[in-house]
């Protein structure tokens, strides 16, 4: 089987290329060169030279517009990536009777429930980041592509680029850190979500036609603020920090940014669970997982 992967030089990407090499021949491609080749994905005519020039079986959309306050300022470019791209890849699948991966957000989702978010809860984005990733879900099952969509929440990894990595370098640098309190998700290790991936593309015989929404994301819920203290205090414990650094809870008023966040990013994973046989690891075990991979890059 050739898969192709784009977004292959992300956080993502780095996890899910070395678990799919047991599946097959993995093609990444990134706009930066990271993978095999260098490919603009928001020029339409690239994309479709490089799905000829490929000729994959099954794509893994890992591509992403992800400046969330920038997406703000920059609606099409956004736009074009996030909610055009996966039906360009979804209309080129159907075609040539191949499967497709996508991975989209609980940013799709905006309010608070009493419960975790299921994948038939009725979206609602409340910023242009959300908006462009509905738009490319939608865009994919319009396409009559066969695959899944996987939504997951609060994405982390040793890799530079995201809350994990940007709070434990301030703390190795000993500065305090202020961290948001009123907003709840589900944080997600990259290399939990790849494995997931992983696990179902080895059941893609049944998948079913079109495509199927399936949440995957860390078991349990906290805080910003929780979770910047749960993974000092791991990190210290693992010594990959000298020292923990104070932490003070803020209200999300206090940390201005431009586009609005989720209060509740909590995402009800039981589907996938269900479909698959295999229980998520939780939110605590998966820090500890991530945190020897950062030990190992610091040492």
């Keep these: ?25 993995v093609i990444g491609t990134d706009r930066s060169g990271g993978g095999d080749f260098a490919c603009d994905l928001s020029d339409r005519r690239l994309v479709d030279k490089m799905l000829g020039r490929v000729r994959p079986d099954l794509v893994l959309n890992a591509a992403a517009y992800t400046a969330v306050d920038r997406a703000e300022d920059e609606p099409v470019p956004a736009a074009r990536i996030n909610g055009e791209l996966p039906g360009w890849l979804g209309e080129w699948c159907r075609a040539q009777h191949a499967a497709i991966v996508h991975f989209s957000t609980d ?3 905006s309010g608070v429930l009493d419960r975790p978010w299921r994948e038939d809860d009725t979206t609602a984005p409340g910023n242009v980041y959300g ?3 509905l738009a490319g879900e939608r865009a994919l099952l319009a396409s009559g592509a066969q695959g899944v969509i996987i939504r997951t929440a609060w994405l982390y990894s040793h890799f530079p680029g995201n809350f994990l990595s940007a ?4 703390a190795a640098q000993g500065n305090p850190l202020k961290i948001v309190s009123d907003q709840v998700g589900s944080p997600t290790w990259a290399g939990t979500l790849a494995e997931a991936t992983r696990r179902l593309i080895e059941l893609r015989e049944r998948w079913s036609p079109g495509c199927q929404c399936f949440h995957v994301a860390g078991q349990g819920q906290m805080s ?7 993974a000092i ?3 210290v414990a693992a010594g990959a920090l000298d020292r923990a650094v104070p932490i003070a809870p803020i209200d999300s008023a206090a940390w201005p940014q431009k586009a609005r966040r989720p209060q509740w990013s909590v995402l009800d994973c039981g589907r ?7 229980h998520l690891p939780t939110v605590n075990d998966d820090l500890d997982h991530c945190l020897q991979f950062w030990k190992e890059q610091i040492c």
């Design 131 to 133: 908006h462009s990733k």
């Design 107 to 109: 940013y799709v989702f």
């Design 233 to 235: 205090e791991a990190a």
């Design 1 to 25: 089987m050739r898969i192709l992967l784009t977004g292959a030089g992300g956080q993502l990407g780095r996890h899910l290329a070395p678990r799919l090499a047991s599946l097959g021949e």
């Design 272 to 278: 996938y669970q269900d479909f698959t046989g295999h």
């Design 224 to 230: 910003w603020y929780e979770f910047g203290v749960a």
């Design 167 to 170: 709070i434990l370098t301030r």
